[in-house]
């Protein structure tokens, strides 16, 4: 297995499995009592399976171009940057909705603590999986930055 087939295998892994969960995905734990009958429901932004999906696609997007464009140690570097650029993504989809909505506030005082743990958890399951990536491409394949196939013994 050549390496750039190998890293186009891993950028596009978790998006199949995104892909799968969105439909999955229930209402948010606490949501509430269900509305009564001819209750409205405001809402204000995109479930977080169908944010993630999106975020992730376009990180998946972006580092998919940066494969074919440059060389591979080059783009090994700059993939340590992904769990960065997927949580500064993740910020930027939500935050228009609830600036649209004008709900800076309450979501702030209500959920600004589950966001920034969300975040977190976001960028040590991101390195995490980063670090698995690498132990996979380097122990288990043996497949280096400069081959393009696989020795065998």
Request: hydrophobic letters at 55%; glycine letters at 8%.
């Amino acid at each position: 297995m050549r390496a750039r087939t190998f890293y186009t295998i891993v950028i596009l892994l978790p998006a199949v499995a995104l892909a799968i969960a969105v439909p999955l995905a229930g209402p948010p734990p606490g949501s509430g009592t269900p509305l009564p009958a001819g209750a409205t429901e405001v809402w204000i932004y995109p479930r977080f399976a169908l944010r993630e999906l999106v975020a992730y696609g376009l990180l998946a997007a972006w580092l998919l171009w940066e494969l074919r464009r440059r060389p591979l140690p080059a783009f090994t570097r700059l993939l340590r940057w992904a769990p960065v650029a997927l949580v500064a993504i993740s910020f930027f989809l939500l935050l228009p909705f609830v600036l649209v909505h004008g709900a800076a506030r309450e979501v702030v005082a209500d959920d600004g603590g589950r966001l920034v743990l969300r975040f977190i958890v976001r960028l040590a399951l991101g390195y995490a999986y980063i670090a698995l990536a690498e132990y996979v491409r380097v122990r288990l394949l043996q497949i280096e930055p400069g081959e393009t196939a696989v020795t065998p013994g």
